[in-house]
């Protein structure tokens, strides 16, 4: 594991700029509301990409899901990180509920590389819901859900190799 701090300012418009497609001005204000963390600003970087909405869009739902989840930095991270989170969270629930199903399983592993192969040989062991079950069946679902999952900064993919990885406060939230 490799301790990456908060970005300073600089950087994280940079971030912004370069994976969302957000202005300077817009930038500074997401990188301010997200305190520069690593992870919250490539998953907001994520939504904007992917969404194409305005900022505002972005900072609305980002108030909101801070006022409506009463969340403490008891997890060593502030709550800002998972206001953010949530919002990539709800985004893959919208898109694809079976990825989002995937992703809760997978958030009781360790924090280390989960195989594709290993999932898919025990989806047999252990009594899970029809759409998991489905997903697992076969590779190329799976392989889809995992891309989904990491499309919205929720997971690492390694595609070469058949696995992911979930972030510890991914895993936490």
């Known amino acids: ?10 950087e994280s418009v940079a971030l912004l700029a370069r994976h969302g497609g957000l202005t300077a001005p817009d930038a500074d204000a997401v990188a301010s509301h997200l305190g520069d963390l690593p992870i919250s600003l490539a998953q907001a970087a994520a939504w904007a990409s992917e969404t194409g909405q305005p900022v505002s869009e972005y900072l609305h739902l980002f108030n909101a899901e801070l006022e409506r989840r009463h969340i403490s930095d008891s997890l060593g991270y502030p709550r800002t990180a998972a206001a953010a989170m949530s919002i990539a969270f709800n985004q893959l629930r ?31 062991a252990t009594p899970l819901s029809r759409r998991l079950s489905k997903t697992l069946r076969d590779q190329a679902p799976l392989e889809r859900a995992v891309k989904d999952i990491a499309r919205w900064e ?20």
């Open 154 to 173: 929720l997971a690492r993919n390694d595609t070469r190799n058949l696995r992911f990885q979930i972030h510890r406060l991914v895993q936490r939230m």
């Open 1 to 10: 594991a490799v301790q990456v701090d908060k970005f300073e300012r600089a």
């Open 94 to 124: 919208a898109g694809s509920a079976h990825a989002a199903q995937l992703l809760q399983l997978a958030s009781y592993f360790g924090p280390e590389w989960i195989s594709l192969d290993l999932l898919h040989r025990g989806r047999l």
